[in-house]
């Protein structure tokens, strides 16, 4: 497994950009895949976006497809998720994952091979 730190979130209004980070340790952090879930109040745990072991496929949720970038520099051991034109439905706690195989939009959280402690962020109107 690799340790995963998340950070980034806060407190944005609508319309409003951020950037997450999530840094990885271990030297095996180029063998996998990597990506974002998040999870709202009440609402179960959901595919955001994920980017293959070398960067070269990403995947992304509809809801968020256009609007959020997720890309990764094995140098640094980090992994990042651009979001651009927040809404008030992007409020969520936001879940670093990391996995050795690479799903696309399948992703779900029993493919999933470490969390990281996730980081909020909340939008608001």
């Known amino acids: 497994q690799v340790q995963l730190v998340e950070s980034g979130g806060g407190l944005v209004q609508a319309g409003d950009s951020l950037r997450l980070s999530c840094a990885g340790s271990?030297?095996?952090?180029?063998?996998?895949?990597m990506g974002w879930f998040r999870q709202a109040p009440g609402k179960e745990r959901r595919f955001v976006a994920v980017i293959s072991r070398g960067g070269g496929n990403t995947a992304y949720a509809d809801a968020v497809k256009g609007r959020f970038t997720i890309s990764r520099d094995n140098g640094k051991n980090t992994v990042y998720l651009q979001m651009n034109r927040l809404v008030v439905e992007d409020t969520a706690v936001y879940y670093c994952?990391?996995?050795?195989?690479?799903?696309?939009?399948?992703?779900?959280?029993?493919?999933?091979?470490?969390w990281g402690q996730g980081t909020q962020v909340t939008v608001s109107s």
């Open positions: 271990g030297r095996t952090f180029g063998s996998y895949a």
């Open positions: 994952a990391a996995s050795p195989g690479f799903y696309g939009g399948r992703w779900n959280p029993q493919n999933v091979d470490s």
